[in-house]
Structure formats: structure tokens, C-alpha cells
């Protein structure tokens, strides 16, 4: 059996074929085929399913996600952004390949994701494809993951609040994940209150990561996390345990997980075991 | 009577209110709203209504074309690429924004463009406006826009060829040309022989757009073009005149507005007045 990621990493990189002008093609492929854990196709494949689609009618939009992911990460890394060298223990994209091409591989991955899903979705109502690939649009733009990224720039070595950390976080992190869920089920067939609970169980779930990675930053070595520790409280970054203290953050992630599995309620157990899998791994994850 | 180009910025003023986060929309709307031509959008009106569509029905296209090609000229300005302080007399949108904005102000508005056609576009077949999509994406990406930029970069002082000119050329700049008559004629419910007479239209006045931008810069003062001439020349740009000479060049330039004007031949000469009108503007232009 193929999993989900394998068949997403198969799909991923047909899409990306290695022809001229070769420079380009080899960063985009260096970034997208660099191993992620692919969570949002994961998911966006899972909700296809849980709503009754087939999850072949996702793949596209799955691997669309995952574009516009890797797209945001290469950005995010440039020397004008947050400048780091290293991503997943390789050099970031700019690093091995230049600004220029980085910048033009991050754009040439947001417009392919967009062509990716218009082109390839297959046996599905095209008011559907439509509809979620303006869902997709809008958990990018000013009003989504851009938002999220100008407002951490903004607020980098200033006294952030709960809410804008929230802020913040909702539209980094958050908003992709719901587009993964809500466009697999869109294009699965759902409708109304079933997409709605998914978009709740994903903004929780997008949340809960961010509230969990804050915590390990304290309370993990770096040995136990396999990167620097304690890189948060070094670098005055806002985290939930500085604003909140660490218990009450704890107890806040316990909240996050008991709302995401309560949405979960809503549909048969046995077809949502994938989404309920997915909370309880991101909830208990020690690095 | 409301010109084109009118309604283009008043939808284009309304597509990106000055919400928060403040400063990414402020970037935003700068460089979207500082009074380009707007030669895109127009043609894409024109092409809707050239093949009987109304040219309502094209608007949130043709805003679309304009918002990607905005996000082309703001990336291409950053240092890491053309490094351009001034853009139409003012400043660049990162010497105004500071680059980390202007790299999020591109990316929201190619993500815009997308979610605008997906969520705006009314009165057309859903499959008609997912082609769009398909054909504007590609128009972009690393087989399109990113694609021309790519090998310029990489030609950077090197010898280039009239082949890889006008490799470079037909990506740069025809390709989003193209798109915006192609997708025009899309929604305007246009098919087969019809769209294709338009691309190669489209695909004639971009490379006659170059062609003549690069015979101006030889052969006119600087006062009359109002910008710097002899630029190409100085800077050891491959352009056409130097490539083929300055005669050959004219001969080409003449030989693609032919070109263009056969392939609209096949249409009604009323209806196709303004795309007859926009090649000729482009031949005849002093600056």
C-alpha cells in the first residue's frame, strides 16, 4: 500500500519536471522534494475522504497546498525576511541557489499551484474547483499567510499581546491548513456545516502546532528537539508560555485538541480516525 | 462615457481596500494604482467583446492580469534582481516599503489575482473560467514570466543569441500579453480557431512591443523619450538593433505588426477596431 505522502511526493514531483531553463526547475524541485512531513496534503486528502470523495479528486489540490507551502517557506527564509541558512538541515533556497532564482521559484510555485489544480482536477463539479480555488487564494494573500508574516515582521522586538500573537499565528499557520481541509472537502463533495466544522478542527489544529512548538522551545534539550532550544526565551520572541505562563499554556493546548476532536464528533468515527490521528500526534509530539 | 482603462483602476481601487495590516495593503495599492496603462487589461476587455462577450464579464480578468503583472515589476525591481530605485518617476516599492513588503506585496497580489477571477467572475461557465486559470498560470510560471526572467538573469553579460532574445522576450513579455487576449476570449465564450488567431496576435504585438522599445533607445534623444537613451547600449544589452542592425530591426518590427494585423483578419473590423488601434499605437510610438 501507498501511503498518502508517498503518493503526494510521486505526483509532486512529476509536476515539477527538470527541463530549461534548468536553474529554475532545480530550486523549485530542491525545496519541494526536500522531504517534508506533508501534513496539508495529508489532510486535504483526508477531508476529500472523510466528506465521501475519492481521494485521487484531491490530489491536485493537495499538491497545490504543499506548493504554496514551499513557496512561503523559501520567501520567508530570504536574506530580507528571516534570513536563516538552514532549513530541514539544508542549506535554504537562496543559499544554494541565489536570491534572484529563490524569489522566482517561490513565484513560480504560487502560480503553478493555481495551474496545477485549474489543469488536473478531475470528476469534479467545476463551480466546486472554483469555489475552492478561491478559498486557496484567500489564506495566502493580505488577508492570510501575507497578513501573518508582515505582522510577525512588524512586531519583531516589540511587546506583543495575546491576541496579536494570535493573530499572527492564525494567519501563518492556520489559514493553509484550513484551506487543505476545507478545498479536500470542498472538492470531496462537502457542503455547509460539514465544511465549516473541518475549517474549526483545522484553525484549532494550526493553532495547537504553534502552541506546542512554543512549549517543547522550554521545556525540551536540544539533543530531545534536534535543534536549538530554548532559541524562543534567547531571542525575546513572543511565545504562549511567556505571555501566558508555561501551565496555563499547557492547559490552552489541552483546550485547542478537545475543541479540534470535538468538531471531529460531527462525522463516523472510523472515517475521521486519520483526522483525529493527526490531532493527538501534533498534541503529544516531543520534538 | 467611463474608458476601459477608468473602470480597470476603479475596480482595481476597490479589489484592495486599505484594511489591516496597513502597510502590506498600503504596498500594495501603491504600486498596483501608480497609473500604468493598464495595456493588458484593455486588451483583455477588447477580446472579450471581440468575440461577443460582454466586457463585464471580462473585468475581473483583466484585473487579474494587471495585479500579476504589478507583482512581476515589484519583484523584478528588488535588489536581488534589476535593483531599480525608480519605477514611472517614483520610487520602487521596496525603496518605499523596504524589501521584506515588497516581496509580500508581490506574493498577495499574484495570490489575489487567482482568488479574484475564482470569486468575482460572474455569468460565465465554471469550466470556461477554470480554463483561465489553467492558461493564466501557466502564463507566469517557470514556463512563462519567472521563465524569461530566469535566462535575462542568467544571460547577464554574456553573449546572447536572436534565438535566446527572443526566448527571453516571448516570456517576459508576450506570454502575460497572451493570456490577457486568451483568457478575455475564454470568458467571452470564444474557442478554438478564434482564440488561437488571438494568442498569435498577442504573441506578435509583445514581441513588437520589444522590438521597437529596443529601436527607440537607439534611435531618439533622451529628451525624447524621457528617459535615459543609448541605455541598451551602454549597458551591453542584447537588444535587437544591435543583434540584426538597425535596418533589420525595422524590417522585423513591420513584419510583426503585419503579422498581428493578419491574424485579425479573421474577425469583424468594427469589433476588432481596438486591438487593429492598439498594434498600430505600438508600432508608431516616438516614446
Known sequence: MITKAKKI???????VPLQNPIKIHES??????AGGKRVRPILCLAACELVGGDEVTAIPMACAVEMIHTMSLIHDDLPCMDNDDLRRGKL??????????????????LSLAFEHVAAKTTNVEPQRVIR?????????GSEGLVAGQMVDILSAGKEVSLDELEYIHVNKTSKLLEAAVVCG???GGGDGIVVEKLRKYARCIGLLFQVVDDILDVTKSSKELGKTAGKDLASHKATYPRLMGLGKAKEFARQLVGNAMEELRHF???RAAPLYHLAGYIASRQN
Not at 92 to 109: I, M, P, S
Not at 132 to 140: D, K, P, Q, T, V
Request: no cysteine.
Open 92 to 109: 535554504t533556497n537562496h543559499k544554494a541557489f541565489g536570491e534572484e532564482t529563490a524569489v522566482l521559484a517561490g513565484d513560480a510555485l
Open 132 to 140: 475552492a480555488i478561491a478559498e486557496l487564494g484567500s489564506a495566502i
Open 268 to 270: 463516523d468515527a472510523l
Open 9 to 15: 511526493n510521486i505526483v509532486l514531483d512529476a509536476s
Open 28 to 33: 523549485m524541485r530542491y525545496s519541494l522534494l
Open 185 to 187: 472537502a470542498i472538492v
